[in-house]
């Protein structure tokens, strides 16, 4: 029991974590039919922004709780800024082309942007552990859980629940629903297909920043933490359906109970775990669990 509840909690932490890494990847798939590969870009400039303002705001001897609102609030900033220069700078000028072109051009960016990485921050690792040694834990049974992670669960379902619920019962997202279900239609009817572009594609940018806001306490920020997290966002939303944000909270908690049981039982397979499963799942569902239905156009 000590073990499959060990499992179970490590499973949901992570599955946090790559809930809030592959949300706003699916998104700007959904809505733009765009494989960007950016998205690890956006997680690293989260967690480098996040560290820098952990140091300005800790080394002055601050409010621990004010400081994780201002690691997030600056990596959202960032992640607003980048967000705006891509989208306006580069990809509308690339709208309706081939998708290979597409992801070639993100893919280029991705290798800009680390690049600009080094300039910034240079090679050196960053660390922004205060939040997570400021929340504590809490012991149930022979277990001791960070405060931090259970945190981390909680603002991953606050985020699925409110994400369910704008693009459910809010005008904007009955618009992206439209869109992303017949963007054609949806300009023909007079929807400003563009600005809708613009803001799904700063959205995505801002929660991948989020995403590596809140993990920067939790591990070094380095060099290639965002190559690492983009494969992983792939194979999440690939599982759940590229374009689904259902899709992406199962897969993440498929991806992320597989692999803690990996850890605790098999720790060998760990890396080779998350492959299977998508490789199994996609045997079945070719588009992902949560596939959107494709209209047939004649």
Same mark, same amino acid.
């Given at each position: 029991?000590?073990?499959?509840?060990?499992?179970?909690?490590?499973? @949901? %932490?992570?599955?946090?974590?790559?809930f809030?890494?592959?949300?706003? @990847?699916?998104? $700007?798939?959904?809505?733009? *039919?765009?494989?960007?590969?950016?998205?690890?870009?956006?997680?690293?400039?989260?967690?480098?922004?996040?560290?820098?303002?952990?140091g300005? =705001?800790?080394?002055?001897?601050?409010?621990?709780?004010?400081? @994780?609102l201002?690691?997030?609030?600056?990596?959202?900033?960032?992640?607003?800024? !980048? /967000? !705006?220069?891509?989208?306006?700078?580069?990809l509308?000028? +690339?709208?309706?082309?081939?998708?290979?072109?597409? %992801?070639?051009?993100?893919?280029? %960016?991705?290798?800009?942007?680390e690049?600009?990485?080094?300039?910034? =921050? /240079?090679?050196?690792?960053?660390?922004?552990?205060?939040p997570? #040694?400021?929340?504590?834990?809490?012991?149930?049974?022979? @277990?001791?859980?960070?405060?931090?992670?259970?945190?981390?669960?909680?603002l991953?379902g606050?985020?699925?629940?409110?994400?369910? =619920?704008?693009? *459910?019962?809010?005008r904007?997202?009955?618009?992206?629903?439209? %869109? $992303?279900?017949?963007?054609?239609?949806a300009?023909?009817?007079?929807?400003?297909?563009?600005?809708?572009?613009?803001v799904?594609?700063?959205?995505?940018?801002?929660? /991948?920043?989020?995403?590596?806001?809140?993990?920067?306490? *939790?591990?070094?920020?380095?060099?290639? $933490?965002g190559?690492?997290? !983009? +494969?992983?966002?792939?194979?999440v939303?690939?599982?759940?359906?590229?374009?689904? #944000?259902?899709?992406?909270?199962?897969?993440?908690? $498929?991806? /992320?109970?597989?692999?803690?049981?990996?850890?605790?039982?098999?720790?060998?397979?760990?890396?080779?775990?998350?492959?299977?499963v998508?490789?199994?799942?996609?045997?079945?569902?070719?588009?992902?669990?949560?596939?959107?239905?494709?209209?047939? *156009?004649?």
């Open positions: 029991m000590l073990t499959a509840f060990a499992i179970f909690s490590d499973g @949901l %932490v992570y599955a946090a974590y790559l809030l890494v592959a949300v706003g @990847l699916t998104l $700007i798939f959904g809505v733009m *039919k765009i494989l960007n590969v950016t998205h690890g870009s956006f997680y690293a400039f989260g967690a480098y922004g996040a560290a820098t303002a952990a300005v =705001w800790y080394d002055r001897g601050l409010n621990d709780a004010g400081g @994780l201002f690691m997030v609030a600056f990596a959202m900033l960032i992640g607003l800024v !980048i /967000g !705006i220069v891509l989208e306006r700078g580069i509308r000028f +690339v709208y309706g082309r081939d998708e290979v072109v597409v %992801v070639l051009v993100t893919y280029a %960016v991705f290798l800009i942007l690049d600009v990485l080094v300039l910034v =921050w /240079g090679a050196r690792s960053f660390t922004a552990y205060q997570m #040694i400021a929340a504590g834990s809490i012991d149930i049974g022979d @277990l001791t859980l960070s405060n931090y992670d259970i945190g981390l669960v909680v991953a606050a985020l699925a629940a409110f994400c369910y =619920w704008a693009l *459910k019962y809010t904007y997202g009955r618009l992206l629903t439209v %869109v $992303i279900f017949d963007r054609e239609t300009a023909a009817f007079g929807i400003n297909v563009r600005v809708l572009y613009t799904t594609f700063i959205i995505g940018a801002m929660l /991948g920043a989020l995403g590596g806001a809140m993990m920067a306490p *939790k591990i070094s920020v380095t060099l290639g $933490i190559v690492e997290v !983009i +494969v992983l966002a792939f194979a939303v690939a599982i759940g359906g590229m374009g689904s #944000i259902e899709g992406a909270l199962i897969g993440a908690l $498929i991806v /992320g109970i597989a692999r803690a049981a990996s850890v605790h039982l098999v720790p060998q397979l760990e890396l080779f775990v998350i492959y299977a998508m490789a199994l799942v996609l045997g079945f569902r070719p588009y992902g669990l949560f596939s959107q239905v494709q209209p047939r *156009k004649i």
